[in-house]
């Protein structure tokens, strides 16, 4: 079997996990709930985004988010849509960004109003200047298995799309199952056409749970040589522009799994469990992860 001895988590909780909810969520409890995220292991995390409030009120504290939650430790992203996004990040401390492409139209003219081929040609020199300014860059692969509204993305289309943002410079590319759809076979053989085409990136999974798939998509993608899960604690995640989407995989299941196949990942268990807990009462829908509804005594196992 074919696996790493560790495995990186990337926490997309602060941005991805809550960016859907219609209820805002009080500012100190962000803040809160990302540093009970880094004290639990955590080192790579997406606090915000610079979207527009109009669109996306979550993220409307997105300043205050980055100043009070900068430290040397953690790379720290933020999302960052377009050139009025990149401008308000230069005007902070934060050297990560992360910037986001879906390789169907459809979805992407939804998402922001371009066409995936204007999306690239407005990201290019965009990511060129951050690259010159010593930023690290992640792109994010939206609907790379399937769109709500195109239906099946071809392997072919979400590997030209990743070399032409590889020949951008990117450091990482985030290849996301946007509205849960893959399964385990296409995520083997997405992951391994990835790692052959491009073996010099760091590749990087991004699995929604909408159908109960996500755990088993991320042992495939294990099995293809990808070390590096974007995850949300409690489960917590959605898109507003992809009818359908759950929530992003639970944090805690994915490093419990991984832990109990001897992959580490440097993460506490408990202290995930505990930045979870100031957050709940503020959230408009059920936590999605398992293994907090066991912890709690609520899961189906939680009186065997």
């Known amino acids: 079997m074919n696996l790493p001895t560790q495995a990186t988590i990337i926490e997309v909780g602060p941005r991805d996990g809550l960016q859907n909810l219609a209820t805002f969520v009080p500012t100190l409890t962000k803040i809160d709930f990302i540093k009970q995220l880094k004290k639990a292991g955590?080192?790579?995390?997406?606090?915000?985004?610079?979207?527009?409030?109009?669109?996306?009120?979550?993220?409307?504290?997105?300043?205050?988010?980055?100043?009070?939650?900068?430290?040397?430790?953690?790379?720290?992203?933020?999302?960052?849509?377009?050139?009025?996004?990149?401008?308000?990040?230069?005007?902070?401390?934060?050297?990560?960004?992360?910037?986001?492409?879906?390789?169907?139209?459809?979805?992407?003219?939804?998402?922001?109003?371009k066409t995936t081929e204007e999306s690239l040609q407005e990201l290019e020199p965009i990511i060129r200047d951050l690259k010159e300014k010593n930023f690290f860059v992640r792109a994010c692969i939206s609907t790379s298995f399937y769109c709500p509204y195109e239906g099946k993305v071809e392997v072919a289309d979400?590997?030209?799309?990743?070399?032409?943002?590889?020949?951008?410079?990117?450091?990482?590319?985030?290849?996301?199952?946007?509205?849960?759809?893959?399964?385990?076979?296409?995520?083997?053989?997405?992951?391994?056409?990835?790692k052959k085409a491009l073996p010099n990136i760091m590749i990087t999974a991004h699995f929604h749970n909408t159908r109960g798939m996500a755990l088993a998509n991320i042992f495939a993608a294990l099995q293809a040589g990808i070390d590096r899960f974007d995850t949300s604690a409690g489960g917590l995640g959605g898109c507003p522009f992809a009818p359908?989407?759950?929530?992003?995989?639970?944090?805690?299941?994915?490093?419990?799994?991984?832990?109990?196949?001897?992959?580490?990942?440097?993460?506490?268990?408990?202290?995930?469990?505990?930045?979870?807990?100031?957050?709940?009462?503020?959230?408009?829908?059920?936590?999605?992860?398992?293994?907090?509804?066991?912890?709690?005594?609520?899961?189906?196992?939680?009186?065997?």
Request: proline share 5%.
């Open 244 to 304: 359908g989407a759950s929530g992003n995989v639970a944090t805690e299941d994915v490093v419990y799994m991984l832990e109990q196949m001897g992959i580490s990942t440097g993460i506490n268990l408990n202290r995930i469990t505990k930045a979870l807990e100031n957050l709940l009462p503020h959230l408009d829908k059920p936590y999605e992860s398992q293994y907090y509804k066991w912890v709690k005594g609520t899961g189906p196992l939680s009186q065997v």
């Open 42 to 113: 955590i080192k790579e995390v997406e606090l915000t985004s610079f979207v527009s409030p109009k669109w996306v009120p979550q993220m409307a504290d997105a300043p205050i988010i980055i100043e009070e939650c900068l430290d040397e430790e953690t790379r720290n992203f933020v999302l960052v849509p377009n050139r009025k996004g990149i401008d308000r990040l230069l005007g902070t401390a934060c050297k990560n960004a992360a910037v986001f492409v879906g390789v169907s139209d459809s979805f992407n003219k939804k998402n922001i109003n």
């Open 158 to 194: 979400v590997l030209v799309l990743c070399q032409r943002f590889a020949s951008f410079g990117v450091d990482e590319l985030s290849v996301a199952d946007t509205i849960g759809m893959a399964n385990p076979k296409e995520s083997l053989e997405l992951f391994s056409a990835l």
